[in-house]
């Protein structure tokens, strides 16, 4: 079978989603950035702009699964991402004329996170329709490895370009991301059915329902949702005080952690390149418990060692590892996703599986935070790590086992 790096199409999908995704890791650094520097913003506006951003699974993710699934699905990633250049450009334009505000910070950041949930939906149902089953594990893993390439590259280019030109207009880098996206996909041969239209359209409700319905009256989807609900509550929990504890206990500078993040990025990178041959030689489900569970051992370092150079490079191994099980683990979810909902139901089902996964973030966050107060960093992070285990507890446990059909 010819490589998808050989495909016109894809490549062109692959690029704007690699370049967007650089983008948009420089605006998760400038974004809070701009409020610190720019508007001398207290710790509390600080997190209320991340905090904002945050919700907009919660609050959008199933209504814009029912849009997705009414349109066509490359105009509705070309509007998302142009709709979000013009939100992003409008940051530094306020603050070059210096009506800049904490309010527009979060504004514009809830606002592009929640077109990002429809795109991702369509990107989903988009894919799966100009690729043929055989080759959607490839071209998912490829676009993990591209989400590994842009959290290695993204964060060093956006502390430079704060250095250079400031948080507000380091901005307008992913502002130009996104309309290089747009115009990528623009270029894109493959054609798309037009959506069926039923005589009688359902109310939009009744089409979110529908969605979610689907989600959990289904055995594999449901567990998978269960599972990575957990897993997502609690690494969002780790990582709202994991900053805090490698500073304040390990002695780590924040010139470290950032080299670290960086270095650990590429196990990424590995697990993208491997996941295609691991689901092929052993199948989906043993791979993703075995991704689930490194996921797990990639946290326990920072729990066990003490300040020093052995536990510096114990923790860069582990999350190096954890990396490479996110990719993997991603991998699977999207492809099994894509292979077990229905084409007309896939926005839906994407969006709902996100809804309840992702749902809880905000909460686990401030739960984690509240959490250290009263009992203190490393007890509330070994805590966390600890549960990490119980995700790949319910994968052995479920009837997901059972899943026996080939995503590759």
Known sequence: ???????????????????????????????????????DATPFEVSLVITVATAAPLLVALPA????????????????DVLSCLALLSIPLASHSGVLTVVQLALVGFFCASLDIGAESARMSYLRDFLDSGRLVEGNSKIGGATSLARMAGPALGGALVGLIGAATSIAADATSFLFSALTLTFIKHREARPSRPATRPRLRTEISAGLRYVLAHDTLK?????????????????????????????WSPAGIGVMLAVSCAGGLLGSVVTRRAFAKYGVFRVLLW????????????????????????????????????????TAQVSLQQALSPPELLGRTSASYRWLTWGARPVAAAVAGAGTTVFGLWPVLAIHVVLLFVPAAILIASAARSVSFELT
């Open 1 to 39: 079978m010819r490589s998808l790096w050989r495909d016109g199409n894809f490549l062109l999908f692959w690029s704007g989603r690699t370049v967007s995704l650089v983008g948009s890791q420089i605006t998760l650094l400038a974004l809070p950035m701009a409020a610190i520097i720019d508007l």
């Open 65 to 80: 699964g029912a849009v997705v699934d009414r349109v066509r699905k490359r105009r509705f990633m070309v509007v998302s």
């Open 223 to 251: 567990t998978l949702a269960f599972a990575g609900a957990i897993s997502a509550y609690l690494l969002t929990g780790v990582g709202a005080i994991w900053t805090t504890y490698l500073v304040r206990e390990l002695h």
């Open 291 to 330: 991704a689930t569970l490194a996921t797990a051992i990639g946290e326990l370092p920072v729990i066990l060692v003490g300040p020093g150079t052995a536990g510096r490079l114990a923790v860069g191994a582990g999350y190096f590892v954890l990396m490479g099980g996110l990719v993997v683990s991603n």
